[in-house]
């Protein structure tokens, strides 16, 4: 399939806590086509690293299509002979200098300014990523959701769409995801904004006429594709690392064939990242609580739509504990809610490519 990165502007708008942003910029991709009745449209929401490119290829240059493909087209489980499947960029986006990628965020410029916003920028939550994906369906004249689903920050999003939208909404995909960032979540994701605080070149936010920090975004993309990536994998990859490499045993001054591999590799997405931006993603997981009110509970009350639960077993990330306290919730509350775990040897990523191991329960769940 072939798609287009489209834009979408919103004036005026509001953030959760009460500030006002006068102009809200963001791409989104779209597959198939919306029905007269305008009642067959699904919601993909993305994860952290990602963008709205979940399926289909730009051009033929294009090495991989979206991250998704395997899910999204024609008689696939997000079918689109039956379905219009869209997708936003967020939020702050982890990278707003890739061009493929609309965002609005700490390296965007305030119209009311005309400088760039760096840390003036207010504090955003996975609600306000909700809230402009809101302000599109409207334009579209989109009353009802089919269904939304996302994997990993995609699931935050995709239950907040539950919560906050209930009557708008008939079923939600929560995938390799959770309801509320505990203490555990949160400290684990401060560690990926410690090494951009730490690199000198951040200057308090206010690097964007300087060198930006470089350092301090590669190794915070080294962490989170590090935990994102299970041991089985990762053992299976760099089959060949043995512990007494010469180069490491001769000189601290050498790194690992391995290392230097993975380094390179994040290094090619550190150049499209933006350290503030990260930092601000960071925080808006850290501050996820479904419903954004005082307790879980109280949030997942709310819901109407038909919920189903694919976390991966083997996630060190967010482990399956996470996602199977908000499917047991929901059903002490009466709720309609399904759980089932994906298989794979990718880890936090079996999300992302071993989803299609749940493709028939994901098929079944959308024509109930």
Known sequence: MRVEKKQFVVEDFTTFTGKTLPEVKFGWESWGQLNERRDNAILVTHYFSGSSHAAGYYSEEDKLPGYWDHLIGPGKPLDTDRFFIFSCDTLVNQEPFNPQVITTGPASINPDTGKLWGLDFPVVTIADFVAAQKALLDSLGIDKLHAVIGPSMGSLQALQWAVDFPGRVERMVSVIGMGEADAWTCMGLQQWAEPILADPNWNQGDYYEAEPPLQGVLQTLMQINHQALSPELINRTFFQHHPLEPGPLDSIREDYRMIQRFRADCLERAKLADGNHLLYLVRANQTFLAGQGKTLDAGLEKIQAKCLFLPATADQLLPPRLALKVHQQLLVQGKSSQYQEIQGSWGH????????????????????
């Open 349 to 368: 990523l079996d999300g992302i490519y071993s989803i299609s191991t749940q493709a028939e329960t994901l098929r079944r769940f959308l024509e109930e």
